[in-house]
Every structure is written in structure tokens, then in C-alpha cells.
């Protein structure tokens, strides 16, 4: 349901952008984000942002990434900049709707940052 793509590997400092199309029946009604899970660790929020257009971030990204989303293209979009070696991670889409709970992931796409 979601296609998540971009990513890839860039030295620290440098930026990254990945994005996520999803079914405009989903992508209208779901909390959509980015997840990203580091080797070793659990999965963690990292950005989302809500039908209204408010955006939450994870205090590690906060001023180094953006999300936003592309409502005519269903599309979401999180730019990385300032990439640190510890944002290596895979990173995916998720599509939250908190009245049904249904969730749903995207494949998951790695981005690696050398130091």
C-alpha cells in the first residue's frame, strides 16, 4: 500500500530525502510518518505529520529534518539534513489512523551516513 523510495548513502553533514506514495483513501485519513529502526534497536518515531498539516519530530531530528507532504501527488516527503552517523537506520512510511487503528508500512529504505 505504501512505496516507499530514496535513501542511499551520504557522509556526515551531507542530506538525504526519502518519500512515500500511499492510496489517496489512505493518505487523506492516516497520520502519516517515518519510522526508521537503527541496527540493534527498536523502531522509533522520527516525523510525522497530521491531516490538519501539524508536524511532530523526534527531538534527535528536530532542525535537521523536515517532513511534508504533497497532498495533490499522496505523497510524503522527509528531507534530512545534518545527517549524523547515528541517523543510520532503515527508514519507513507509516500510515497511522488513530479512530480505526489501522496501520499500515512501507517496505523500509536504508539510509546510511558515514563518518
Known amino acids: 500500500q505504501l512505496q516507499a523510495s530514496g535513501g542511499g548513502l551520504v557522509q556526515a553533514g551531507g542530506s538525504l530525502s526519502v518519500s512515500c506514495a500511499a492510496p489517496r483513501s489512505i493518505f487523506s485519513r492516516f497520520i502519516m510518518g517515518w519510522y526508521r529502526r537503527a541496527p540493534g534497536k527498536q523502531r522509533d518515531m522520527v516525523a510525522r505529520?497530521?491531516?490538519?498539516?501539524?508536524?511532530s519530530y523526534a527531538d534527535s531530528v528536530k532542525g535537521r529534518f523536515t517532513i511534508s507532504k504533497d497532498n495533490a501527488k499522496n505523497t510524503v516527503y522527509l528531507q534530512m539534513n545534518s545527517l549524523k552517523p547515528e541517523d543510520t537506520a532503515i527508514y519507513y512510511c507509516?500510515?497511522?489512523?488513530?479512530?480505526?487503528?489501522?496501520?499500515?508500512w512501507g517496505q523500509g529504505t536504508q539510509v546510511t551516513v558515514s563518518s
Open positions: 505529520v497530521f491531516q490538519s498539516g501539524t508536524m
Open positions: 507509516n500510515a497511522y489512523n488513530w479512530i480505526t487503528e489501522r496501520n499500515y
